[in-house]
């Protein structure tokens, strides 16, 4: 127990120090995104746009993702060596990496959320019509507990793979960066990219989604979120620690 309270108090500092500054810097992004777009007209836009509609929030979405990524790498490559280091044990390692995982998509999430149900109000006062249907999310009709929900259930499958891909990469290196090139090149040679990126269009068609979503596309991803987090466990469980590249 002495053990999983170090790890899960350090990993904590670090989780908060690291989540003050990205979501400072991304609200920041976000203001003068819509200073501009007011104090401009849309000539200086941010976010993203769909025909006469704009999203400022929505913009943050590549951003999230690229710290999704940084923050999993980060886990293994930094904070895995110290947290051995103070004689944590595998097991308790990861019960904290799992728990901060679920901190770190939950604060994200009620972030974008908050930010989502205030957006429309600047975005008029600019004269642009506020983008507000996201196909799995509605910013304008939803609440903001069914948003931050959604958004918090996608945030955490999609660490969850990073999760996995960081931990292979910590065990195995530029070896491991080998064989998914290998395997990329297999699926174009007989054509299971085109099939998987057929499926993936398919799942992910609004029209899909609005009558599979709260059944098989949740049931989908919640067991693909737990398959990679057992995954990454027993790869923990088994990796020393040592100075990689790659």
């Given at each position: 127990?002495?053990?999983?309270?170090r790890t899960m108090k350090y990993?904590?500092?670090?989780?908060?120090?690291?989540?003050?500054?990205?979501?400072?810097?991304?609200?920041?992004?976000?203001?003068?995104?819509?200073?501009?777009?007011?104090?401009?007209?849309?000539?200086?836009?941010?976010?993203?746009?769909?025909?006469?509609?704009?999203?400022?929030?929505?913009?943050?979405?590549?951003?999230?993702?690229?710290?999704?990524?940084?923050?999993?790498?980060?886990?293994?490559?930094?904070?895995?060596?110290?947290?051995?280091?103070?004689?944590?044990?595998?097991?308790?390692?990861?019960?904290?990496?799992?728990?901060?995982?679920?901190?770190?998509?939950?604060?994200?999430?009620?972030?974008?959320?908050?930010?989502?149900?205030?957006?429309?109000?600047?975005?008029?006062?600019?004269?642009?019509?506020?983008?507000?249907?996201?196909?799995?999310?509605?910013?304008?009709?939803?609440?903001?507990?069914?948003?931050?929900?959604?958004?918090?259930?996608?945030?955490?499958?999609?660490?969850?793979?990073?999760?996995?891909?960081?931990?292979?990469?910590?065990?195995?290196?530029?070896?491991?960066?080998?064989?998914?090139?290998?395997?990329?090149?297999?699926?174009?040679?007989?054509?299971?990219?085109?099939?998987?990126?057929?499926?993936?269009?398919?799942?992910?068609?609004?029209?899909?989604?609005?009558?599979?979503?709260?059944?098989?596309?949740g049931i989908f991803f919640g067991?693909?979120?737990?398959?990679?987090?057992?995954?990454?466990?027993?790869?923990?469980?088994?990796?020393?620690?040592?100075?990689?590249?790659?």
């Amino acid at each position: 127990m002495d053990s999983l309270k170090r790890t899960m108090k350090y990993q904590l500092n670090e989780t908060i120090k690291g989540l003050a500054i990205f979501l400072g810097i991304l609200l920041l992004v976000d203001i003068i995104g819509f200073v501009s777009n007011i104090r401009y007209n849309n000539i200086w836009s941010f976010g993203i746009h769909a025909d006469t509609e704009m999203s400022v929030i929505g913009g943050n979405i590549m951003a999230i993702i690229i710290f999704f990524i940084a923050y999993s790498y980060s886990i293994y490559y930094e904070d895995f060596p110290i947290a051995i280091c103070l004689s944590v044990t595998r097991k308790d390692y990861y019960k904290s990496v799992v728990l901060h995982n679920v901190i770190v998509a939950f604060v994200i999430s009620l972030f974008q959320g908050v930010l989502f149900k205030i957006e429309p109000y600047p975005i008029r006062a600019a004269g642009i019509n506020p983008l507000q249907d996201f196909i799995v999310l509605n910013t304008e009709t939803d609440s903001l507990i069914y948003i931050v929900l959604i958004m918090f259930v996608a945030f955490l499958v999609y660490m969850s793979f990073w999760n996995l891909v960081a931990a292979l990469n910590y065990k195995f290196g530029y070896r491991f960066w080998i064989v998914v090139v290998a395997l990329f090149i297999f699926m174009i040679r007989f054509n299971f990219l085109g099939f998987l990126l057929d499926f993936l269009d398919i799942m992910f068609s609004s029209r899909w989604i609005e009558h599979n979503l709260n059944l098989f596309l949740g049931i989908f991803f919640g067991i693909g979120a737990v398959v990679c987090y057992v995954v990454s466990y027993f790869i923990t469980l088994n990796t020393n620690v040592k100075h990689r590249v790659g």
